[in-house]
């Protein structure tokens, strides 16, 4: 089991820009992938962006070209670089890790963070 640190959510206005930041700790081996989801009310948890241990990034097609997922290896942490906010990417954020225990480094895990409120509003 591993413990995510969430932070970086807001209160920000449409067209303005937010940083998320997620960092893991715990018995981690090594992580497979890291990256971020969201849930507007009455609506699924989907994938925003996510990069893996080789630097390969996912995005969903709403937030391409606006959003920007990265990480620091050393720090097992991930970031989200959010610009040109528009009202429909209010939600909570939820980090999402992929790893391996070093308890059970054959198996794969997963652990999700508490979540981070972004609400984008004039």
């Known amino acids: 089991q591993v413990q995510l640190v969430e932070s970086g959510g807001g209160l920000v206005q449409p067209g303005g820009s937010l940083r998320l930041s997620c960092a893991a700790s715990?018995?981690?081996?090594?992580?497979?992938?890291m990256g971020w989801y969201r849930q507007a009310p009455e609506k699924q948890r989907d994938l925003v962006a996510s990069?893996?241990?080789?630097?390969?990034?996912n995005y969903a097609d709403s937030v391409k070209g606006r959003f920007t997922v990265s990480r620091d290896n050393a720090k097992n942490t991930v970031y989200l670089q959010m610009n040109n906010l528009k009202p429909e990417d209010t939600a909570v954020y939820y980090c999402?890790?992929?790893?391996?225990?070093?308890?059970?480094?054959?198996?794969?895990?997963?652990?999700w963070g508490q979540g981070t409120q972004v609400t984008v509003s004039s």
């Open positions: 715990g018995s981690i081996l090594s992580i497979v992938a």
């Open positions: 999402h890790v992929d790893y391996y225990e070093r308890s059970r480094s054959t198996l794969e895990s997963t652990s």
């Open positions: 990069i893996t241990s080789s630097a390969s990034t």
